[in-house]
Protein backbone atom coordinates (compact mmCIF):
# COMPACT_ATOMS: atom_id res chain seq x y z
CA UNK A 1 0.00 0.00 0.00
CA UNK A 2 1.38 3.11 -1.02
CA UNK A 3 1.42 6.01 1.64
CA UNK A 4 1.61 9.63 1.11
CA UNK A 5 2.72 12.15 3.84
CA UNK A 6 3.22 16.02 3.59
CA UNK A 7 5.25 18.00 5.41
CA UNK A 8 5.77 21.81 6.17
CA UNK A 9 5.93 25.17 7.70
CA UNK A 10 2.11 25.42 8.36
CA UNK A 11 2.55 28.95 8.49
CA UNK A 12 4.72 31.63 5.98
CA UNK A 13 4.58 35.33 6.01
CA UNK A 14 3.76 36.85 2.68
CA UNK A 15 6.04 37.41 -0.15
CA UNK A 16 8.16 34.21 1.07
CA UNK A 17 9.01 31.09 -0.16
CA UNK A 18 6.56 28.34 1.04
CA UNK A 19 8.35 24.58 0.83
CA UNK A 20 6.38 21.22 0.73
CA UNK A 21 7.60 18.06 1.16
CA UNK A 22 5.73 14.75 0.47
CA UNK A 23 7.45 11.63 1.65
CA UNK A 24 6.14 8.27 -0.02
CA UNK A 25 6.43 4.89 1.82
CA UNK A 26 5.35 1.78 -0.10
CA UNK A 27 6.37 2.31 -3.88
CA UNK A 28 9.29 4.28 -5.38
CA UNK A 29 9.00 7.66 -7.23
CA UNK A 30 11.13 6.55 -9.74
CA UNK A 31 8.78 3.72 -11.14
CA UNK A 32 8.03 4.13 -14.48
CA UNK A 33 5.06 6.20 -15.84
CA UNK A 34 3.88 7.29 -12.35
CA UNK A 35 3.73 10.80 -11.81
CA UNK A 36 3.90 12.48 -8.50
CA UNK A 37 1.26 15.56 -7.93
CA UNK A 38 0.81 18.76 -6.06
CA UNK A 39 -3.03 19.75 -5.55
CA UNK A 40 -4.77 22.07 -3.48
CA UNK A 41 -7.81 23.01 -2.45
CA UNK A 42 -8.79 26.92 -2.15
CA UNK A 43 -11.69 27.54 0.54
CA UNK A 44 -15.56 27.47 -1.22
CA UNK A 45 -13.50 26.44 -4.53
CA UNK A 46 -12.41 22.93 -6.58
CA UNK A 47 -9.29 21.23 -6.62
CA UNK A 48 -6.45 22.57 -8.31
CA UNK A 49 -3.78 20.93 -9.72
CA UNK A 50 -0.28 22.67 -9.00
CA UNK A 51 2.35 20.53 -10.52
CA UNK A 52 4.25 17.62 -11.05
CA UNK A 53 7.32 15.68 -10.98
CA UNK A 54 7.50 12.46 -13.26
CA UNK A 55 8.77 9.50 -12.62
CA UNK A 56 11.62 10.93 -15.35
CA UNK A 57 12.15 13.24 -13.03
CA UNK A 58 10.44 15.63 -15.57
CA UNK A 59 8.63 18.12 -13.91
CA UNK A 60 5.13 20.51 -15.29
CA UNK A 61 3.16 23.30 -13.71
CA UNK A 62 0.31 25.09 -13.83
CA UNK A 63 0.07 27.82 -16.43
CA UNK A 64 -0.93 29.89 -13.47
CA UNK A 65 1.82 29.10 -11.00
CA UNK A 66 4.41 27.98 -13.23
CA UNK A 67 6.42 31.42 -12.59
CA UNK A 68 6.89 30.88 -9.01
CA UNK A 69 6.91 26.84 -8.42
CA UNK A 70 9.32 24.43 -8.70
CA UNK A 71 9.32 20.62 -7.87
CA UNK A 72 11.92 18.72 -7.17
CA UNK A 73 13.05 15.18 -5.85
CA UNK A 74 15.06 13.27 -3.37
CA UNK A 75 15.43 9.42 -4.09
CA UNK A 76 17.35 8.48 -1.75
CA UNK A 77 14.51 9.93 0.98
CA UNK A 78 11.78 8.73 -2.05
CA UNK A 79 10.39 12.23 -1.31
CA UNK A 80 9.45 15.38 -3.37
CA UNK A 81 9.18 18.89 -2.59
CA UNK A 82 7.22 22.05 -3.98
CA UNK A 83 8.80 25.11 -3.57
CA UNK A 84 5.92 28.22 -4.20
CA UNK A 85 7.38 31.71 -3.91
CA UNK A 86 5.82 35.03 -3.16
CA UNK A 87 2.84 33.67 -1.40
CA UNK A 88 0.01 35.38 -0.29
CA UNK A 89 -2.77 35.94 1.92
CA UNK A 90 -4.84 33.98 -1.60
CA UNK A 91 -2.31 31.04 -1.12
CA UNK A 92 -3.84 30.09 2.05
CA UNK A 93 -5.10 26.55 1.63
CA UNK A 94 -4.82 22.57 2.11
CA UNK A 95 -2.10 21.06 0.05
CA UNK A 96 -2.36 17.80 -1.05
CA UNK A 97 0.38 15.35 -2.59
CA UNK A 98 -1.07 12.38 -4.34
CA UNK A 99 0.13 9.95 -7.16
CA UNK A 100 -1.14 9.19 -11.08
CA UNK A 101 0.09 7.01 -13.56
CA UNK A 102 -0.19 9.48 -16.27
CA UNK A 103 -0.41 13.51 -16.34
CA UNK A 104 -3.25 14.86 -14.90
CA UNK A 105 -3.93 18.47 -14.96
CA UNK A 106 -7.53 18.69 -14.64
CA UNK A 107 -9.00 15.81 -12.94
CA UNK A 108 -10.74 14.73 -10.15
CA UNK A 109 -10.65 12.88 -6.64
CA UNK A 110 -11.10 9.65 -8.26
CA UNK A 111 -8.36 10.04 -10.81
CA UNK A 112 -5.42 10.26 -8.54
CA UNK A 113 -4.49 7.14 -7.37
CA UNK A 114 -2.97 7.98 -3.96
CA UNK A 115 -3.24 11.09 -1.54
CA UNK A 116 -1.80 12.42 1.53
CA UNK A 117 -3.82 13.55 4.37
CA UNK A 118 -3.13 17.04 3.36
CA UNK A 119 -1.45 20.35 5.31
CA UNK A 120 -2.71 23.73 5.88
CA UNK A 121 -1.07 26.36 4.46
CA UNK A 122 -1.62 29.65 6.14
CA UNK A 123 -0.03 32.88 4.93
CA UNK A 124 -0.46 35.83 6.77
CA UNK A 125 1.46 38.35 8.78
Known amino acids: QVQLQESGPGLVKPSQTLSLTCTVSGGSITTNYYYWNWIRHPPGKGLEWMGA???????YYSPFLKSRTSISRDTSKNRFTQQLGSVTPEDTVVCYC?????????????????WGQGTQVNVST
Open 53 to 59: IAYSCSS
Open 98 to 114: ASSQRLITIGTITEYEY
